[in-house]
């Protein structure tokens, strides 16, 4: 296989796998407390509320992770783990792919599901047996976030950005740059009393909004919302009577079709261990590219025909 095809068959993997691996978990379970604590959000103003959400669902630190998102034809899947973001991303997701084009490209490389894990510096992606066949027997594949923002263009700009600064709050921050906050009402969720709120982020309003963020925080909320093809998202978000985010589903229009997604966080303050991959089974992205010709031809051929094509996030 040609190093161009190579690069945009594994660029694809980590673009598609890691960013909506984490995109789509900014939300929670059962809030069980963990670090954070407050009074409920009930009779207080929605802003009022969000912002109490954004602040201790930031200081909580970690949780579990469960979550299942489509994207149009490109993909559904499910995604479950721990995350910790106290001082720069970490953490372990199992990404399982249940349909679209990314399911047929993993079934190729044999398997429907890979682990993701999260570092400061760079993700790290497991890979089948198969697969490996192709990376001189080693399983893990690393992607620096910094080669993946130079050679993925606008989406690997995003990646970096989302992978480096991505926090269960960011829902909690579109919903204040909206502008447009409204309380739906009192649900239970996974046995625990939430408060449900509600709002539509337009990408093209949100400089004439009275956002509640600052203007270098919507001036990045608008790139990156622009990076990934985004005009309008619906949010909601249920909250805990602690101040903690326990569910949010969200739609919206991207480049790459309709996307919904529903996340769920458990045991706020939960321990996670993350460290890279043994160096004897992981092969750097970077690495593979100036070898060329990395993937070989069979399953690495059949999946560049299916990926290149339908990510829309490689050039």
Known sequence: MKSTTARRVTLSVAVVAALTGVAACGSSD??????????????????AALRSAEQSTDKADSAKVRSTTSIGELMTM??????????????????????GKMADMMRQAGTSSMEARYLPDAYYAHMSDAYAQHTGGKHWIRYSYDELAKLGGASGSYLKDQLQNSTPNQSVKMLLASGDVKKVGEETVSGAHTTHYAGTVNVADLASKNSNLSSDQLNA???QLGQAGVTTDTIDLWINDQN???????????????????????????????VAPPAGDTVDFEKMLKSGGVMGSGTGSGTGS?????TGTTS
């Open 306 to 310: 299916t990926v290149a094509g339908g």
């Open 244 to 274: 903690l985010l326990v569910k949010k589903s969200e739609k919206a229009d991207t480049a790459n079709g309709k996307m919904t997604s529903t996340a769920y966080y458990s045991d706020y303050g939960v321990k996670v261990t993350a």
């Open 221 to 223: 909320l608008k790139k």
């Open 30 to 47: 059962s809030g069980k407390g963990g670090k954070a604590a407050g009074d409920g959000a009930i009779n207080v103003s929605p802003i």
């Open 78 to 99: 499910t995604g479950n783990g721990a995350l910790t973001w106290g001082d720069g991303l970490k953490g372990n997701l199992t990404i399982t792919y249940t349909g």
